[in-house]
């Protein structure tokens, strides 16, 4: 505030300053700002405090390593950890090599104004903004009634790949966190610096050569910060998984990529509108709710320290 | 990627070996060099295949709306605004659109009534009046709400927030369009403010420097120079969240009531494009008219956040532009 006020000592004030009213709703508006602000963070710590003090004491170890009871109001949540773990393993298995190829050929190959470029540039905003209920649709008239359905007919089965399984749904969460990986990954290349590229190929090395040997061990924090968030959304996301492959309940945990399965977010949603009592399922509720939420954030803190140690790197060259 | 600088070229021409003599070995790593580029050139094709694949496949299963006449006694283009009743389960089942349409409308615009201000305002706080260390502080406050799982805000809004609302309000219904406009504004907070927030921060510092220096306080020139500068950018922000908002699906599927009725009250249960395929797409006959009709309402959707999406991508890159040259 002095700052801005020293001018006004020396030189006339513009017009604009003159007249007494906006003088006063200035402090107004600048005030206004920072409640927002103090309010968006009171609304964060509300929501946090509130699942943190309901859910702490359900979250034991027999809550984490059981499998739900007696109507999911008593046991454990141990198959819906187990599923969503299976799921987003087997999505980041899916997704890295094309999500990183992708940011690889973006970066080190494309030329930037070629048609070919933009549209993949295009595309990976755009898919970035389909809402996840669309994927889920996606993932139910692509992976299961095309390819699934043609893989059985083809092979002369019943019923195995034509129907909602782990496999479906983790490609369906793939390809929605596929700009996720992407964008991570593109920037974590363009933090190396251009003089070890020519450096590289100074010393006769290919393309490739240089990519594989000096380009991706220096990108690799970067590359799994990507894999990372790409893990954290994709355990939460329940949009796209309710069609293609999470169940309400199992008695068993699935041991092939065809079985369905169960997960935490879906498990939420389902204990939390499909209960016969939900005062009763209550307390095991918030301890799911918690147990995701510890999940996703700490995998979330990971990738911001990896991205922040990134970006430093990064600063400190330019 | 950036032209190298004119100096670095004739350094890396010679390494392309088309000499006469080039031995086997060279002419297979060539070979291999050409390959891998494809690959990764076809890794990068993914991204546009996975954008066509989705527009087709929605499509081609909402299609037997317009084609297949024996789904098209049920559900139609004109069936669809026909009646204003939604009741896809039934003897005679109705697919009446016009209460999830109106049902959206509302979640939406209640969720853009509160976010926006908050989301914008705390912006312009951060950037332009916030000491270094408070700004620090607020970001991860955001990143934390960015990170929570839409199913959590649902869950928070239908056991938590619902009862808190009705208290206040004394509205009749517990679930209803102001609770999942509460819930859904929470969502889409961290998206407005994260790209406004990039926009204010882009405007170059000379534009305050001249601002301040001409006389004008630290509010005027916030309002009146870094605000209009970055004004695309915050507009990119408000219609990223829009069109979030209007996809959203867990949040108002657990928090909005889910009763398909036409009204104009904020404080009656709705239904909304995106809750409606979540709850009866897993109880529908494959092929049959409530199965296109819910495809329809997701190709509905997907026209709509991809229309809002491009028009927010004009607007980032009218920001670059105005902004690239300082």
Avoid at chain 1, 258 to 272: A, C, N, P
Avoid at chain 2, 81 to 87: E, L, S
Avoid at chain 2, 151 to 158: D, H, P, S, Y
């Amino acid at each position: 505030m002095t700052g801005a006020a020293w001018p006004a000592a020396v030189l006339p004030r513009p017009a604009l300053a003159k007249t007494g009213k906006r003088d006063a709703t200035g402090p107004l508006l600048s005030g206004l700002t920072g409640l927002a602000a103090l309010l968006i963070a009171l609304m964060v710590l509300v929501i946090m405090g509130n699942i943190v003090f309901f859910g702490w004491r359900a979250v034991t170890w027999e809550f984490l390593a059981a499998s739900p009871r007696e109507g999911m109001t008593e046991g454990g949540i141990f198959p819906a950890i187990f599923g969503t773990v299976a799921l987003v393993v087997l999505m980041v298995v899916a997704l890295i090599p094309f999500g990183v190829g992708a940011a690889i050929y973006l970066n080190e190959y494309a030329r930037p104004d070629a048609w070919f470029t933009r549209a993949v540039r295009f595309s990976v905003a755009n898919l970035a903004g389909v809402p996840s209920i669309v994927f889920g649709l996606f993932g139910l008239g692509f992976f299961i009634q095309f390819v699934g359905r043609g893989m059985d007919r083809a092979l002369g089965l019943d019923v195995v790949w034509g129907q909602p399984s782990l496999m479906w749904a983790a490609l369906t969460l793939a390809l929605l966190n596929l700009p996720v990986v992407i964008v991570t990954a593109e920037e974590a290349l363009r933090s190396v610096p251009r003089e070890m590229r020519e450096a590289s190929m100074a010393l006769g090395a290919t393309r490739w050569q240089t990519i594989r040997s000096v380009l991706l061990p220096q990108a690799m924090p970067g590359i799994l910060t990507g894999a990372i968030l790409s893990v954290s959304r994709g355990a939460g996301e329940v949009a796209p998984i309710m069609f293609t492959g999470a169940a309400y309940f199992l008695p068993y945990l699935p041991t092939s990529p065809t079985d369905q399965f169960m997960e935490l977010g879906y498990h939420i949603f389902v204990m939390s509108t499909q209960s016969p009592d939900v005062e009763a399922t209550k307390p095991l509720l918030y301890g799911t709710v918690l147990a995701l939420l510890l999940l996703t954030f700490l995998l979330n803190l990971t990738a911001i320290l990896l991205r922040a140690r990134m970006r430093a790197r990064l600063a400190g060259r330019t | 990627m950036t032209v190298p600088p004119a100096a670095s070229r004739p350094a890396l021409a010679p390494l392309r070996h088309v000499g006469v003599g080039e031995s086997p070995r060279r002419r297979a790593q060539r070979l291999r060099e050409r390959v891998i580029s494809a690959l990764l050139r076809a890794c990068a094709f993914t991204g546009v295949a996975g954008l066509l694949l989705i527009m087709v496949f929605v499509f081609r299963e909402a299609l037997p709306v317009f084609l297949d006449p024996e789904v098209k006694k049920e559900a139609s283009l004109s069936a669809f605004f026909a009646t204003g009743m939604w009741q896809p389960v039934g003897d005679v089942p109705k697919y009446g659109i016009a209460p999830l349409l109106i049902g959206t409308l509302k979640v939406v615009v209640a969720a853009m009534v509160f976010a926006v201000p908050l989301g914008v305002m705390a912006a312009v706080f951060a950037s332009e009046f916030a000491k270094p260390a408070l700004r620090e502080a607020l970001k991860p406050v955001i990143e934390i709400l960015a990170g929570i799982p839409s199913v959590v805000l649902g869950f928070f809004a239908l056991i938590v927030l619902a009862s808190w609302l009705q208290a206040v309000t004394g509205a009749v219904s517990r679930l209803n369009a102001l609770n999942a406009g509460v819930a859904l504004g929470l969502g889409i907070i961290p998206t407005v403010f994260t790209v406004s927030e990039d926009a204010l921060r882009a405007v170059p510092r000379s534009y305050r420097e001249a601002s301040l220096a001409l006389g004008a306080s630290r509010w005027q020139t916030a309002w009146f120079v870094t605000l209009p500068a970055a004004g695309a950018g915050v507009m990119a922000g408000i219609l990223l969240g829009l069109a979030r908002a209007v996809g959203e699906t867990m949040i108002v599927l657990m928090a909005s009531g889910n009763a398909a009725i036409i009204s104009g009250n904020i404080f009656d249960s709705v239904r909304t494009l995106s809750a409606s395929i979540a709850a009866e797409l897993a109880e529908v006959v494959f092929g049959g008219p409530h199965y296109s009709t819910l495809f329809f309402l997701g190709g509905l959707l997907f026209v709509m956040t991809f229309g809002i999406n491009v028009v927010a991508g004009l607007f980032v890159e009218r920001l670059r532009r105005q902004l690239g040259g300082a």
